[in-house]
């Protein structure tokens, strides 16, 4: 480790990883500071999914059969109603991976690149010259060091200890993100009792219970995976309704794995005077899916390509220069994501009755909307689709099928997610101008039901 790098990384997973390695490739200097041992690093979780499709997109090498980090590819999974019936096939192909393995694999490739990276290593505070970023202090192995940089990027995960320890007044939100702020999941290895009649080969998910089954590295077990905001309690208290109502396969439990990932909006703005928030601490996860590591990927590409013009010859990458992160981001995947995330609420409300109804008459839980979800990140709502589910849901209430007061929450939900996925869309093109777009933008998410 040096004294003076271009790029500074705090944490060093999938998200500090990948970024450190793209300004590397790009010719910068670029440490990673990761505050466990290289045995642990990414132990918090076990078993993770990603995009099949997305590897050879972002450069990142995929991993293959008697890997470490290779467990199967499911090609496609199934999504079905409360009453575990009307199927929909979501075609889509992810890995199923272990995070610890990946992640070394890519601490390996970015090494390869040039990158430093520490371990043990823990983030203390920033340090500033002329009031701007201009490296990091840090606790190396019980030693106190300072190490200057142009740019430093806040990767480490849900702490979001960099971005939470800016300065008042430095242009970035520093909320810390909250328990309520957490998306809760609480995964069952289980071992089946009939393994012949039972085998698992396919992902089945019930959406209206946030909850699925899914095949595992042994041929005679499963994962039973539930997920829920607000706490592992609530999640454990839904998934006593899983069992009550879904045909799980016998089994018995080998051991319970627990998780959490981000489950609000990101800040605001994403870029201040020499830094940059990244992956969880910014809250990039795919608020369908709750996975995060591919979303984190397109915003750090989109970082490392930006910062790496602005400091070409030296150049410090001010917020003014960095902006264009924001624009780019915001303006593509981040639209998406709040337009999706602000129809979650108004989904949410629907009991199982009407959950299983819009199952029936394909509306939102189409395989169409659902692949949609998974490869484009978005729910198309054209006119003729708003048509038809006005019309579903108008016939669902003459039937008994649906509620007055879900069909206006359902509805309110659609609206004024194409209203907050426009004003993304039309994001500030200026810090100047971004105080107009934030009041707006937080008068829309209170009217999508959250308070941020």
């Known amino acids: 480790m040096k004294n003076t790098y271009d790029v500074v990384v705090i944490g060093g997973a999938t998200a500090g990883a990948y970024f450190a390695t793209l300004m590397a490739k790009k010719g910068y200097s670029s440490l990673i500071i990761e505050k466990d041992p290289y045995e642990k690093v990414g132990s918090r979780l076990d078993v993770f999914h990603i995009d099949t499709d997305l590897f050879e997109e972002f450069g990142v090498s995929m991993p293959k059969k008697g890997d470490d980090d290779f467990l199967m590819i499911m090609e496609q999974s199934l999504s079905v109603s409360p009453y575990d019936d ?26 390869e690149k040039g990158v430093d990276i520490v371990y043990d290593t823990e983030f203390l505070d920033f340090t500033y010259e002329d009031g701007k970023i201009s490296g990091v202090r840090v606790n190396c192995s019980g030693r106190e060091t ?56 396919q992902t089945r998910a019930w959406n209206y219970y946030k909850s699925w089954i899914a095949p ?61 928030c990244l992956g969880d601490s910014a809250c990039i996860t795919k608020p369908f899916s709750g996975e995060g590591i591919t979303a984190a990927w397109a915003l750090c590409r989109i970082a490392a390509e930006k910062a790496g013009e602005v400091m070409k010859d030296g150049a410090y990458p001010s917020v003014e220069k960095l902006w264009s992160v924001n624009l780019e ?13 602000a129809t979650l609420p108004g989904a949410a409300s629907t009991s199982a009755k009407e959950n299983a109804y819009l199952f029936k008459k394909d509306v939102i839980f189409s395989s169409r909307d659902l692949t949609d979800m998974n490869r484009d990140f978005e729910l198309k709502i054209s006119t003729g689709k ?27 939900s659609v609206i004024v997610s194409g209203k907050l996925r426009e004003h993304y869309e039309e994001y500030s093109v200026s810090k100047d101008e971004h105080e107009q777009w934030v009041l707006k933008a937080d008068e829309l998410w209170k009217k999508a039901g959250y308070e941020f």
Not at 153 to 179: H, N, Q, W
Not at 330 to 341: M, S
Request: aromatic residues 10%; hydrophobic residues 40%; contains cysteine.
């Open 216 to 276: 595992q590295i042994d041929p005679e077990g499963a994962i039973i995976g539930i997920g829920q905001p607000d706490s592992y309690d609530k999640a454990e208290e839904v998934y006593k309704e899983v069992e009550a109502n879904i045909p799980l396969p016998p089994h018995d439990v080998d051991y319970i794995a627990r998780g959490c990932t981000p489950y609000r909006r990101p800040p605001h703005s994403l870029v201040s005077d020499g830094f940059l």
């Open 386 to 412: 708003i048509f038809k589910i006005v019309s579903v849901l108008l016939s669902g209430l003459l039937t008994g099928n649906y509620t007055w007061k879900n069909v206006k929450a359902l509805i309110s």
């Open 86 to 111: 009307t199927p929909k096939t979501v075609d889509y192909s992810y890995l199923v991976s272990r995070l610890t393995p990946f992640i070394h694999r890519m601490h390996k490739e970015a090494a």
């Open 146 to 201: 300072l190490i200057k940089s142009r740019l430093t990027a806040d990767c480490s995960g849900i702490p979001a200890v960099g971005r939470t320890s800016l300065k008042k007044g430095y242009g970035m939100e520093t909320f810390k993100i909250a328990p309520k702020d957490l998306f809760y999941v609480v995964l069952r290895y289980v071992k089946l009792k009939n393994p012949v009649k039972d085998k698992v080969v």
């Open 329 to 341: 981001y915001f303006r593509g995947q981040g639209a998406k994501f709040a337009g999706l995330l």
